[in-house]
């Protein structure tokens, strides 16, 4: 089967770092993806994890624990423009599933 | 990545009407998908259009009520047939390259109300 959580909504100020978590239970799973949604628009690639530990990607890194089930997307030095919703999505066997999505508000 | 359009971008239609969304990719890809992203929800795998053959659908879903096309492996198209309003929804192709772990990418969407 196939499960993925993570938080509804997250607030963050400008400047500062926020950390999005997901867990996931995905059969023959094989990476884990991060993607960023704007309102009204279509969701954009930024990762995807295959092995355990963290990828840095300039002010984006993400992280991978696969015997935990768990991953993170860091973001740091956050700017007004990263206000939106972060998907996490499972690669598993001939399907990749996507979790419902964080909404990120970053205030000033 | 490729660059991926759709058209209609966004549609009002009437109940028991259908509206065919067509899905344009620049370049040969393997894997086309679709998707629907119902307000404040997360995308839900529709189908996948394979080339040549008849799409293969995820449970809930149905040849019948979405009609998929693949006559090639830059182009696809999907049906919303016999529409309800519980249709009016975002729906969005993506493209792999090759295999269905690879990265997808999106195309704009497709904004559909049904009245």
């Known amino acids: 089967g196939q499960n993925i959580d993570q938080p509804t909504e997250m607030t963050a100020t400008e400047g500062a770092i926020v950390q999005i978590n997901c867990t996931y239970q995905?059969?023959?799973?094989?990476?884990l993806f991060w993607y960023q949604q704007h309102a009204g628009e279509a969701p954009t690639f930024l990762s995807y994890?295959?092995?355990?530990g963290l990828e840095e990607k300039g002010r984006f890194s993400s992280f991978l624990s696969r015997s935990k089930g768990y991953s993170y997307l860091l973001l740091k030095e956050l700017q007004m423009k990263d206000s939106a919703s972060y998907l996490c999505a499972a690669s598993g066997y001939q399907k990749v599933t996507f979790g419902t999505g964080t909404k990120l508000q970053v205030i000033p | 990545s490729a660059v991926i359009s759709q058209k209609p971008s966004r549609d009002i239609c009437q109940r028991g009407t259908s509206l065919t969304i067509q899905c344009q990719v620049d370049s040969q890809v393997t894997m086309m998908f679709w998707y629907r992203q119902q307000p404040g929800q997360s995308l839900t795998l529709i189908a996948t259009?394979?080339?040549?053959?008849?799409?293969?659908?995820e449970s809930g879903f149905v040849i019948d009520k979405f009609p998929i096309s693949r006559p090639n492996l830059t182009f696809s198209t999907l049906t919303v047939s016999n529409m309800s309003p519980e249709d009016s929804s975002i729906y969005l192709c993506s493209v792999a390259a090759r295999e269905v772990q690879e990265t997808q990418y999106f195309g704009p969407g497709t904004r559909l109300l049904v009245l």
């Open positions: 995905t059969s023959g799973f094989n990476g």
């Open positions: 259009a394979n080339q040549g053959s008849e799409a293969t659908y």
């Open positions: 994890n295959v092995l355990d």
